[in-house]
Nanobody, 120 residues
Framework: QVQLVESGGGLVQPGGSLTLSCVVSGSTFNIYHMAWYRQVPGKQRELVAQISKGSSTINYLDSVKGRFTISRDDAKSTMYLQMNNLKQEDTAVYYC?????????????WGQGTQVTVSS
């Protein structure tokens, strides 16, 4: 059974930075496209960034382009999201999952997520 464990969230002031990590266990990490999603209460989960297997293709939500960087370390079965110049509208619970090329999540069982709060 695949396990997704997110970490690295926290409280940060506007303009600050955080790096999120996602560790995947129970499956072969390097065969999957991977993605970061986020959700705020009352809204649907949205795709923030995705990275293909082999890291050849990377896509971002328009509102985070130039501020967020997605990466992966297949040897560690870990994906990262470097978030710079954070804004209040980035406040959300961030989740990771394997993804289909169209961005839809592959696994039905999500991790617990990691809370990112941007506030002064």
């Amino acid at each position: 059974q695949v396990q997704l464990v997110e970490s690295g969230g926290g409280l940060v002031q506007p303009g600050g930075s955080l790096t999120l990590s996602c560790v995947v266990s129970g499956s072969t990490f390097n065969i999957y496209h991977m993605a970061w999603y986020r959700q705020v209460p009352g809204k649907q989960r949205e795709l923030v960034a995705q990275i293909s297997k082999g890291s050849s293709t990377i896509n971002y939500l328009d509102s985070v382009k130039g501020r967020f960087t997605i990466s992966r370390d297949d040897a560690k079965s870990t994906m990262y999201l470097q978030m710079n110049n954070l804004k209040q509208e980035d406040t959300a619970v961030y989740y990771c999952n394997a993804a289909y090329p169209n961005g839809y999540a592959r696994f039905n069982d999500w991790g617990q997520g990691t809370q990112v709060t941007v506030s002064s």
